[in-house]
C-alpha cells in the first residue's frame, strides 16, 4: 500500500484548521498527522513526528509564520512548506518565499488547488497560486514598497501589528516580546519609513495592500 503523505496542519484558529483536515480527507494519498496553533508548536512538531509537509498560515501569536518558516528550513533545509493564507498582495509572497516556502495559495482559493500545491510540492516543484506574482499598481506606485520588502522578519510582524492600530503593549504581549524591545523597533520602522506617527504608518500600509481601512472610516 501506498505510504500516504503525512501533513503537519499549522493555524491558529481551530475551526480552519477541521475545515482544511475535512477538505484534505476527501484525497486518499493525504493525511493530517498533527495539528499547531502556534509557530513554536510548530517547530517542535515538526522536529518530533518528520512530516511530508507543512500547510501553514502566516497570522499567528508568538513568532508568527515568517519566523516560523525561517527557523525550520535552517534546521531542515528541505522541509516542504506551504502556505495557506488569507494575505494576497506581493509582499508577502515574496518574503514567505524568501524565508524558504515551496509555495503560496490563499484561503479563498478554489477548494482543488490545496491538494494540487501539496502534490507539486512533493514532487519539488514551488507552487504559488496564478496572479499572485503580478505586482499591483499600488505597489509599483510607492518607494517605500522596497523599503517594507527590506524589513527583518520581527520588524515586518511590529510593522503589521502596528498597520492594525495595536499598542506598543499589546503587541509586546502576543510576540512574547519586552516593551522596551517592540518599542525600539516602532523607532526604527518609524525611521525607515520616514513618517513619526501611527496615522501616517497606517495610511503606508493600506496604500501598499497590507491593511485596510477601519471599520467606520
Excluded: W
Excluded at 15 to 23: D, E, H, N, P, T
Excluded at 117 to 125: F, G, L, N, T, Y
Excluded at 149 to 173: M, N, P, V
Aim: proline content about 3%; aromatic content about 6%; hydrophobic content about 45%.
Amino acid at each position: 500500500m501506498k505510504k500516504k503523505i503525512q501533513i503537519l496542519l499549522v493555524d491558529d484558529h481551530a475551526i480552519v484548521r477541521a475545515g482544511f483536515k475535512l477538505l484534505l480527507s476527501n484525497h486518499e494519498e493525504i493525511e493530517v498527522m498533527a495539528e499547531a496553533e502556534r509557530g513554536e508548536q510548530a517547530i517542535q512538531q515538526y522536529l518530533e513526528l518528520q512530516p511530508d509537509m507543512i500547510v501553514m498560515d502566516l497570522s499567528m501569536p508568538g513568532i508568527g509564520g515568517l519566523e516560523t518558516i525561517r527557523r525550520i528550513v535552517k534546521r531542515e533545509p528541505a522541509a516542504r512548506i506551504l502556505v495557506f493564507s488569507v494575505h494576497h498582495e506581493q509582499v508577502f509572497v515574496n518574503r514567505a518565499i524568501s524565508a524558504g516556502a515551496r509555495g503560496y495559495i490563499t484561503k479563498n482559493t478554489a477548494p482543488d488547488i490545496l491538494p494540487e500545491a501539496i502534490m507539486a510540492i512533493m514532487e519539488d516543484r514551488t507552487y504559488i497560486e496564478t496572479g499572485l506574482l503580478q505586482a499591483s499598481e499600488a505597489e509599483i506606485q510607492y518607494d517605500y514598497h522596497r523599503i517594507i520588502e527590506a524589513f527583518s522578519t520581527r520588524e515586518f510582524d511590529i510593522f503589521k501589528l502596528l498597520a492594525q492600530g495595536q499598542s506598543t503593549q499589546k503587541i509586546a504581549t502576543e510576540l512574547c516580546l519586552g516593551y522596551k524591545t517592540v518599542a525600539n523597533y516602532v523607532t526604527k520602522i518609524k525611521k525607515k519609513l520616514h513618517v513619526e506617527t501611527l496615522s501616517e504608518l497606517m495610511q503606508i500600509a493600506i496604500a501598499s495592500g497590507i491593511t485596510s481601512l477601519p471599520e467606520g472610516r
